[in-house]
């Protein structure tokens, strides 16, 4: 019990105005620490920058006429590659691509966010 004391004392001492800092801004270092571990096995980045995934047009009933799909973290994603050339619009064609995200209009796909084709590399034939 003592050691709770010792550290209230001092703070009687200081102005409102300073206290109420000192707790705001103890707020924000225990708001701001993370408990994530990022070790290798949790962060899933491609060593060369690429994502592996294929192409599909299995989602054009609902306005997406082909999507790149690949897998990160054991889920399922979908993104809208911008201006995809004719050569890759093959449903099931398997890719690496590099994509950074746009913030173009979706014009009717609603499923994935579209994206802007950095590089893209065809792996089967």
Request: glycine share 6%; hydrophobic share 40%.
């Amino acid at each position: 019990m003592g050691w709770y004391f010792a550290l209230q004392i001092p703070a009687l001492f200081l102005p409102m105005k300073t206290r109420a800092l000192l707790v705001v801004f103890a707020a924000f270092l225990v708001g701001c620490s993370s408990s994530v571990d990022l070790n290798e096995e949790n962060v899933s980045l491609p060593h060369d920058g690429f994502v592996h995934g294929k192409i599909t047009s299995a989602y054009r009933d609902q306005g997406c006429a082909f999507l790149f799909e690949y897998e990160e973290q054991g889920q399922k994603r979908l993104v809208r590659p911008f201006q995809l050339e004719e050569q890759y619009k093959i449903d099931g064609l398997e890719v690496k691509m590099k994509f950074s995200y746009s913030r173009i209009m979706n014009e009717g796909c609603d499923l994935a966010n579209p994206v802007i084709i950095d590089s893209i590399v065809r792996i089967n034939p």
